[in-house]
């Protein structure tokens, strides 16, 4: 007996379906687990987790902060670069800050809570917190010398032309002192919180200073990774860190510095991206060769 056209149609389709199911729902992630339990590949396929005293302390591809409860950064330990994903190196909200070379201009707000860093703030401030704790020198080419961006907000008798009548330093607020008194002869005055002072027509001018060209603090000790979560710091970064570590635990510098070098990874392939030392698996080696006294 012949079937209608209609139902041997339906009849294939689910032969169909139920062949797709067994296959790609069934014997495909089947045959995935199997091949990640393979040695070699299983310690990958579970997370690349890292323990330390017979606890997982956390994973090779994740990285985290080695600061106390009130954020501040633990002495003893190399630092990660900064974080933007949630509270720092959350798995669940990894993101970047959407912020870019635009961004110079701080939000001042009336509520403390409620303002917001521009990008630049936020790396002039890392810079001189990372200067600070190295020892070193931490300004950068538009940051001023306490630490937030160095920008004015210059208003002209006609728009964009003309003498300048007022002047103001976006970033700064009292009881601060204007990074520069005057500019072209016209003093600057510090900003008010919940002022817009571009909307109100300065030309915003960012000042570089006299930071010098090449600073001591590494690009990605000021800077987050775009997905917020990389357990690596370039070797430069790591470098500088080796003196206060070493002071901390009680090392001799060049043996922690031999340490740097043993956990830093080449480019993949040879030619791609940039070395990186994985802040974890080097502070969990100091712990096993220079435990903190």
């Known amino acids: 007996m012949r079937l209608p056209t209609w139902l041997a149609q339906h009849l294939a389709a689910l032969r169909a379906l139920l062949v797709f199911t067994v296959l790609l729902g069934l014997a495909y992630p089947l045959a995935l687990v199997a091949v990640g339990r393979l040695p070699g590949l299983n ?16 994973s090779a591809l994740i990285g985290q902060s080695f600061t106390d409860a009130d954020g501040n950064p633990v002495p003893r330990y190399f630092q990660s670069r900064p974080s933007a994903a949630g509270d720092g190196y959350d798995p669940t909200s990894t993101a970047a800050s959407n912020l870019g070379p635009e961004s ?16 630049l703030t ?4 890392r810079s001189k917190a990372v200067g600070e704790l190295e020892g070193v020198d931490g300004r950068r080419p538009y940051c001023t010398s306490d630490g937030v961006g160095a ?37 600057v005055e510090l900003a008010k919180a919940g002022e817009d002072y571009v909307a109100a027509g300065g030309l915003i001018t960012p000042i570089r200073g006299d930071a010098p060209a090449d600073p001591a603090v590494p690009s990605d ?36 510095r031999r340490l740097v070098d043993e956990y830093t990874t080449g480019r993949s392939l040879g030619f791609m991206g940039a070395p990186g030392v994985n802040v974890l698996e080097l502070n969990l080696a100091l712990d096993r060769k220079f435990p903190a006294r």
């Open 43 to 58: 310690d990958k396929a579970d997370g690349s987790l890292l323990a330390a005293n017979g606890k997982t302390v956390g």
């Open 104 to 119: 110079v201009v701080d939000t001042i707000a009336t509520d403390p809570a409620e303002s917001t860093p521009s990008l």
């Open 122 to 125: 936020q790396v002039c401030a």
């Open 151 to 187: 920008v004015l907000a210059v208003f002209r008798a006609d728009g964009l032309t003309g003498r300048i009548t007022r002047v103001v330093s976006v970033n700064q607020t009292a009881p601060a002192t204007p990074f520069v008194a005057s500019y072209q002869g016209v003093p």
């Open 221 to 256: 000790a000021v800077t987050a990774s775009g997905s917020g979560l990389d357990p690596q710091i370039s070797p430069a970064y790591a470098k500088l860190q080796v003196n206060r570590v070493a002071r901390e635990r009680g090392a001799d510098p060049a043996a922690v």
